[in-house]
């Protein structure tokens, strides 16, 4: 049974940082496209960052690019967003979704159609 279990999320201030982490089991971790995705309420879910678990490719939502980082721990088959300057707009509910057996693409709008797996969801809350 594919797990995704995402933790981490919480209140901060402008500026701040937060680091989530998304735990799997379930499913062999390498050859798998990884994402973290974002809902705000009112609005569509948006890609925020994606990771190839074989070789560590990553791409990232202009929105965020050089302020959040992801990242895999092949051993603990965990997946990693590492959230810098976070800004008010950032607040939103954080999932973990995976699109097993998939490469990540060449889109450059992170889609949420070819994730297949989703977490639960964390809450992240960036106060001014």
């Known amino acids: 049974q594919v797990q995704l279990v995402e933790s981490g999320g919480g209140s901060v201030q402008t500026g701040g940082s937060l680091r989530l982490s998304c735990a799997t089991s379930?499913?062999?971790?390498?050859?798998?496209?990884m994402g973290w995705f974002r809902q705000a309420p009112g609005q569509a879910r948006e890609g925020v960052a994606i990771?190839?678990?074989?070789?560590?490719?990553?791409r990232y939502a202009d929105s965020v690019k050089g302020r959040f980082t992801i990242s895999r721990d092949t051993a603990e088959t965990t997946v990693y967003l590492q959230m810098n300057s976070l800004k008010p707009e950032d607040t939103a509910i954080y999932y973990c979704a995976a699109a097993l057996g998939s490469p990540c693409g060449h889109d450059r709008v992170i889609s949420p159609s070819m994730f297949n797996h989703w977490g639960q969801g964390t809450q992240v809350t960036v106060s001014s």
């Open positions: 990771i190839y678990t074989t070789w560590g490719g990553t």
């Open positions: 379930g499913f062999t971790f390498d050859g798998n496209c």
